[in-house]
């Protein structure tokens, strides 16, 4: 049997070939998923899963995705009642509070960090959590006799559905979304009329639940608010009732609360919420900086001191400081290039480092452990084809870490590397990178593969993201695959002959097909 050959990037993981940490998590009791409609087979059936754009065209159906962000996106509500009755059959397997109570039986919940409790009575929004461990007995009494609201956070992190449907919504919005889960009993409210900082849809799962909105005070507010009164919000301006499969959504700043009937035993539905601090403003907050930057360098203007004696002045600017600060601004725009192309580079960085890991299939069975080593380049034949693996989950960098403050990626774990660091060492300068300047010639691949689905959305996440290095000379060829979006591209005999039988040239980012 031929030896398997090292990736042309360093610090693959050599030997079996291992799984994601997050494929085997069901054995220690982190992902949830009952038997039934729960399963991720059986609630999959219901959207189209083939593509990120496919499925928010079926999570959002039957409304027309081109007039939902002409006409609806960070402008008005929208109700999208009576779906497909295969979304209606699935809304439970989704979330419920049977998976909420599973939940809790089999992992630690502890309140405020996963669990919140509230209701609004007369008024006034009363917090009821308790401290430590969330036990059953608590959950069964904060709904029964206290009429409490229950608020679980960010089950993503438990439930495998919402983990495949969130990771698909990432990648078409290019940001970070978050998820609540509310389960609401009977005859009660759990929160005061507010509104928030981002964009929300909410999905009907269990029950019928009331909504009220109202027209926002400030169009799409940086902030979201304290608890309103009646007198403060007004008259609504939609009032709907939401039931399982039901979709609603409202951009940031509109003013909502929501209700349970005395009528329906309880409701669940979850919020899924997206764009906090993604707007104009925020890349500008990363870009302004670069710019100032870049032109203090290149422009004397800027580097010249302000009018003597100005601070000890109780008088405004003078006409003429004025319009030298007005002419300084403007020249910003000269610089606004490379500061651009920095400051989009900053937030896609981010955005891979805290984003969720792709779902994988095979997650559906937790219990999988490592797969048998296997030969994946047969003896005889070429490299031909090379497609990205996950799509929207890697982000090129190819300026120097010193460069974009951003750190040499550490090793992943590598077992089983045995004597490879010799060969590690070598490749670090010399011919391989080009035999110029060492790690100066080589580019950096960041990806979301190893990020943590544990740690979404909450403090405990990581703060630098994972990555490979690659000789520059593969710079070309990595930029084909990653511009064609998980389409197939071809490779010819004479692409890189050094490495094209390598069968793991771009190590797990990419899969390959060979041929003669």
Known sequence: MPKRKRSAGRKESKGKVKLNPQLTEGRRGQSVTLNGVGSV???????????????????????KEEEFFEGYWEKEPLFIPHRDSQIQGVAKGIFSREILETIDHETEVLFLRDVCASRYLEGVREDLNGKGRVKASQLRDLLAKQKATIQFHQPQRFQNILWKMMEQLETRFGCLFGANIYITPEGSQGLAPHYDDVEVFILQLEGKKNWRLYAPPQKLPRSYSKDLTEEEIGAPTHTLCLEPGDLLYFPRGTVHQAAVSDACSHSTHITFSTYQQHTYADYLSHALPRMLGQAFESNVSFRSG???GSLCS??????NTQSTLEGLVGSLAKEVTGAHEQALQDMRLSFITNRLPPYVDRCDDPFLDDVEEMVIH???VRL???RLKHPGHTCVVVSSPDSHSLFLPEARDTEEDGDDHESDEEEEGGEENGGQGGDREIFHVYHSLANDRKCHMMSTGRSKPNGYVFPMRLLGLFKRVADAKGEWVSVSPDDHKEDMNNEMLFGDLVEYKFGV
């Open 41 to 63: 087979k059986d609630v999959s059936s219901a959207f189209n899963f083939s593509c990120p754009d496919a499925f928010f065209r079926s999570f959002i159906a039957p409304f």
């Open 306 to 308: 302000l009018p003597v």
């Open 314 to 319: 109780h008088q405004d600017l003078g006409a």
């Open 378 to 380: 047969p003896e005889g």
């Open 384 to 386: 031909t084809q090379l």
